[in-house]
């Protein structure tokens, strides 16, 4: 029998997001700034130009943004609970289509040492891409295109 899904609210002083609008390393540093910090780990995922060797001319997301978010929400639960020192948690996801180069996703980690901020942000990241209903559509330089799944969402909420 599953267990209900059990829903989780963000903290206040972390931030998080599914947009439209492109994302900037800056302003998400900043919302992971903290004057307790002593790092500020962000990794930016970037629509790069082949997968596998195929030439990639754009790629297109689309979330179910509500269960994205709990799924970032718990995310940064998570996160406490292993990494109880981290500060700020912020994790925003583009959807719509994006050019090569432009940012798809950005996790930044603030916490007073970096070790705990790098592992913290590589656990965000990792789980990110397995749990979040975020799917991508790869648009190939020959007119062909594919829908992919960047997260294998595990509960049903």
Known sequence: MKTPCLLTKPKAEDSFG???????????????????????????????????????????????EPMALQVFYQ????????????????????IGRLKIGEISVLVAVGCPHRSEAFAACQYAIDTLKHNAPIWKKEHWQDGSSSWVSIGACEQEC
């Not at 492109?22 to 700034?33: N, Q, R, S, V, W």
């Not at 639960?77 to 583009?94: A, E, F, G, L, M």
């Open 75 to 94: 995310i940064a639960t998570d996160i406490r609970s292993q990494w109880p020192d981290v500060n700020r948690v912020v994790i925003y996801h583009r």
């Open 18 to 64: 599914i947009t439209l609008a492109p994302l900037f390393l800056e302003e998400i540093y900043t919302k992971a700034d903290d004057p307790a910090n002593g790092a500020v780990v962000v990794m930016s995922g970037m629509v790069r130009n082949q997968t596998d060797g195929k030439a990639v001319v754009a790629l297109e997301y689309q979330a179910y």
